[in-house]
């Protein structure tokens, strides 16, 4: 099995930026997509970003200030979060996809605070 284990989380104020890292161990068969995603209290999870080789995609209330990255090598996902906004106050999932058609993995969740 595979585990992921989310760090970087803490409280920030408004306007402030924080890094996420998602370590991956464990039997890890490939690397075909990874991802970040989020549960605001009171809200559904929210997938945020996403990387599938060289291709990102965010959602619309992230675009322009968070930024996936991976390092293969080292088995990690980051997620840099910029301008923070105190709606990005959540539990944020890292998510690791081995092969196109496999089954997704996700992490405990880290929290992320933004509060002046």
């Known amino acids: 099995q595979v585990q992921l284990v989310e760090s970087g989380g803490g409280l920030v104020q408004p306007g402030g930026s924080l890094r996420l890292s998602c370590v991956a161990s464990?039997?890890?068969?490939?690397?075909?997509?990874a991802g970040w995603a989020r549960q605001a209290p009171g809200k559904q999870r929210e997938l945020v970003a996403t990387?599938?080789?060289?291709?990102?995609n965010y959602a619309d209330s992230v675009k322009g200030r968070f930024t996936i990255s991976r390092d293969n090598a080292k088995n990690t996902v980051y997620l840099q979060m910029n301008s923070l906004k105190p709606e990005d106050t959540a539990v944020y999932y890292c998510?690791?996809?081995?092969?196109?058609?496999?089954?997704?993995?996700w992490g405990k969740g880290t929290l992320v605070t933004v509060s002046a």
């Open positions: 990387i599938t080789g060289g291709t990102t």
């Open positions: 464990g039997s890890i068969f490939g690397s075909y997509a």
């Open positions: 998510k690791h996809r081995p092969s196109m058609y496999g089954m997704d993995y």
